[in-house]
């Protein structure tokens, strides 16, 4: 069993930059893949970035903005978010999975554990 918690959502203008973290609590978590995928209102689970065995996953849509980080020895992922737009705005999940493999990194159904969410809103 792998417990999340994310935290460092808001409400921040066009262009700003904000920082999201997802704890990770568990047995052998660090044998884990982590990933952050989001979802905007009435838009399904979307991929966003994942961290596997020291390699780094991310979508196009966020690639050169975005950059997500691991830290083994505090068990936590962190999803350093720059140049935000408007379309950025979602509900951002930390997700993990022990199972994943390169071809499937960016499907939601391939991980077990999910985090409650963390709200990021960009708006003027």
């Known amino acids: 069993q792998v417990q999340l918690v994310e935290s460092g959502g808001g409400l921040v203008q066009p262009g700003d930059s904000l920082r999201l973290s997802c704890a990770a609590s568990g047995s052998a978590v660090r044998r884990y893949a982590l990933a952050w995928f989001r979802q905007a209102p009435g838009k399904g689970r979307e991929f966003v970035a994942a961290v596997r065995m020291g390699n780094t996953y991310y979508a196009d849509s966020v690639k050169g903005r975005f950059s997500m980080t691991r830290d083994n020895a505090q068990n936590t992922v962190a999803l350093q978010m720059n140049s935000l737009k408007p379309e950025d705005t979602a509900v951002y999940f930390c997700?993990?999975?022990?199972?994943?493999?390169?071809?499937?990194?960016?499907?939601?159904?391939?991980?077990?554990?999910w985090g409650q969410g963390t709200q990021v809103s960009v708006s003027a």
């Open positions: 997700a993990a999975s022990q199972t994943v493999i390169t071809s499937t990194i960016r499907n939601f159904n391939a991980y077990a554990y």
